[in-house]
T-cell receptor
Framework: EAQVTQNPRYLITVTGKKLTVTCSQN?????MSWYRQDPGLGLRQIYY???????DKGDVPEGYKVSRKEKRNFPLILESPSPNQTSLYFC?????????????FGPGTRLTVL | GDSVTQMEGPVTLSEEAFLTINCTYT??????LFWYVQYPGEGLQLLLK?????DKGSNKGFEATYRKETTSFHLEKGSVQVSDSAVYFC???????????FGAGTRLAVHP
């Protein structure tokens, strides 16, 4: 089944404790992206990647890192999480950059930073 | 910068009622427009899209027409079902690089 998977689905952590949220897609997509969803704000893009070893900042990149060493994986790293990073996070992928290509979203990771 | 404005929810309807969720946008150039749906506990799914003015996107009984003159992309359905209960997001892609700008989302609740 074609899908985007994220792990973990739920995470509660404390301020300053480094964490990684994994994202993997099995559709051989070039483009991958991370969003955060906050009430009243919709989804905002954190980082995106056009292909392996090519990443760039989205609208809200502060406090996050990403890497794209393999085509299928695009982990989101929080080196020193803070409470304002409590949010619902979505990974997405599409065949290639371009608005004609549908983006496929993962199921989401709900992160709480205490 | 580019932005999307959706009507605030929640929208509560009875089954078989007519649905309209308003969406207007601000963008330079000629964006592609999308409606995504998020069912409880799930990620977003593409519902429909339109890539140029006067295009009509449709899927599962939902429709939206790209209106350049009013910068709008309102979502409509003639007869909603309980299974349509979800959060609906309007979005645009103006750069052609799949960077989506989302509205805040509109929660729809349909009761029998």
């Amino acid at each position: 089944e074609a899908q985007v998977t994220q792990n973990p689905r739920y995470l509660i952590t404390v301020t300053g404790k480094k964490l990684t949220v994994t994202c993997s897609q099995n559709m051989n997509h070039e483009y991958m992206s991370w969003y955060r969803q906050d009430p009243g704000l919709g989804l905002r893009q954190i980082y995106y990647s056009m292909n392996v070893e090519v990443t760039d900042k989205g609208d809200v990149p502060e406090g996050y890192k990403v890497s794209r060493k393999e085509k299928r994986n695009f982990p989101l790293i929080l080196e020193s999480p803070s409470p304002n990073q409590t949010s619902l996070y979505f990974c997405a992928s599409s065949l290639s950059p371009g608005s004609h290509n549908e983006q496929f979203f993962g199921p989401g990771t709900r992160l709480t930073v205490l | 910068g580019d932005s999307v404005t959706q009507m605030e929810g929640p929208v509560t309807l009875s089954e078989e009622a007519f649905l309209t969720i308003n969406c207007t946008y601000t963008a330079t150039g000629y964006p592609s427009l999308f409606w995504y749906v998020q069912y409880p506990g799930e990620g977003l799914q593409l519902l429909l899209k339109a890539t140029k003015a006067d295009d009509k996107g449709s899927n599962k009984g939902f429709e939206a027409t790209y209106r350049k003159e009013t910068t709008s992309f309102h979502l409509e359905k003639g007869s909603v079902q309980v299974s349509d209960s979800a959060v609906y997001f309007c979005a645009l892609d103006s750069g052609g690089y799949n960077k989506l700008i989302f509205g805040a989302g509109t929660r729809l609740a349909v009761h029998p």
